[in-house]
């Protein structure tokens, strides 16, 4: 192996050994990350932390997209075993993925979709990973008729429209709006039961999560 070889293979494993210090400290207090406390973890100086990652939101970025693409895998996996002409086992499929993985990763479920990161802000590389799973249900509606809906209004109807044509994608604005329907009550139902939100109200957690996707697959029109 050559010296150049050898230093990008140690780079890669530091990086990587970094990037679960950080995960675990976020386990512990949540996403308020402190560099120095995950130096402090892996006894290091903290100046040492910076040759890999120049900042604490660079290193929160390259969790976010890890994480983003570790729950759009999941739910990817998951579609895919489906048989295509099976829109609604498609349709729970991805939504058991996802469900399945915020509960297996709850820190990075909250590094995602819990409280925003004082001082943070998410740069244009997330958001291709974020919309994973979002553009996952669209592909599911799309095959679908759909029902009959409200017609959209005119503002609404162009940001579907920019949104589809940032994704080279010609889906109907109409199929978006369902997907993204859907794709928001998931998460909001998901982020009621990892934060404990359901505690003393639901506790037929899994069977009240396949009605409501059911209910969704039904608004949906998929059959």
Same mark, same amino acid.
């Given at each position: 192996?050559?010296?150049?070889?050898?230093?990008?293979?140690?780079?890669?494993?530091?990086?990587? $050994?970094?990037? *679960? !210090? @950080?995960?675990?400290?976020? &386990?512990?207090?949540?996403?308020?990350?402190?560099?120095? #406390? /995950?130096? +402090?973890?892996?006894?290091?100086?903290?100046?040492?932390?910076?040759?890999?990652?120049?900042?604490?939101?660079?290193?929160?970025?390259?969790?976010?997209?890890?994480?983003?693409?570790?729950?759009? $895998?999941?739910? *990817? !996996? @998951?579609?895919?075993?489906? &048989?295509?002409?099976?829109?609604?086992?498609?349709?729970? #499929? /991805?939504? +058991?993925?996802?469900?399945?993985?915020?509960?297996?990763?709850?820190?990075?479920?909250?590094?995602?979709?819990?409280?925003?990161?004082?001082?943070?802000?998410?740069?244009?590389?997330?958001?291709?990973?974020?919309?994973?799973?979002?553009?996952?249900?669209? &592909?599911?509606?799309?095959?679908?008729?759909?029902?009959?809906?409200?017609?959209?209004?005119?503002?609404?109807?162009?940001?579907?429209?920019?949104?589809?044509?940032?994704?080279?994608?010609?889906?109907?604005?109409?199929?978006?709006?369902?997907?993204?329907?859907?794709?928001?009550?998931?998460?909001?139902?998901?982020?009621?039961?990892?934060?404990?939100?359901?505690?003393?109200?639901?506790?037929?957690?899994?069977?009240?999560?396949?009605?409501?996707?059911?209910?969704?697959?039904?608004?949906?029109?998929?059959?």
């Amino acid at each position: 192996m050559s010296a150049s070889s050898l230093r990008a293979r140690v780079r890669s494993e530091m990086h990587q $050994e970094i990037k *679960e !210090a @950080a995960r675990r400290r976020l &386990a512990e207090e949540g996403a308020n990350l402190s560099l120095r #406390a /995950v130096a +402090r973890d892996m006894d290091l100086v903290p100046s040492a932390l910076y040759r890999y990652f120049p900042s604490r939101d660079a290193l929160l970025t390259a969790l976010i997209i890890e994480a983003y693409q570790g729950l759009g $895998e999941a739910a *990817e !996996a @998951a579609e895919a075993v489906v &048989a295509r002409d099976d829109l609604r086992g498609r349709w729970l #499929a /991805v939504c +058991r993925a996802v469900r399945d993985w915020a509960l297996a990763h709850p820190a990075e479920y909250g590094l995602l979709y819990g409280n925003p990161v004082p001082g943070y802000a998410a740069p244009p590389e997330t958001v291709a990973p974020a919309s994973m799973v979002v553009l996952l249900l669209a &592909a599911v509606v799309g095959d679908a008729p759909g029902p009959p809906g409200r017609p959209l209004p005119g503002p609404v109807h162009a940001d579907l429209r920019r949104l589809i044509e940032e994704q080279g994608s010609d889906l109907p604005e109409e199929c978006l709006d369902r997907a993204l329907l859907a794709w928001t009550h998931l998460f909001g139902q998901l982020n009621f039961e990892v934060f404990h939100r359901l505690d003393d109200m639901i506790g037929a957690r899994a069977e009240y999560f396949e009605h409501h996707m059911a209910l969704l697959a039904d608004l949906a029109g998929l059959p």
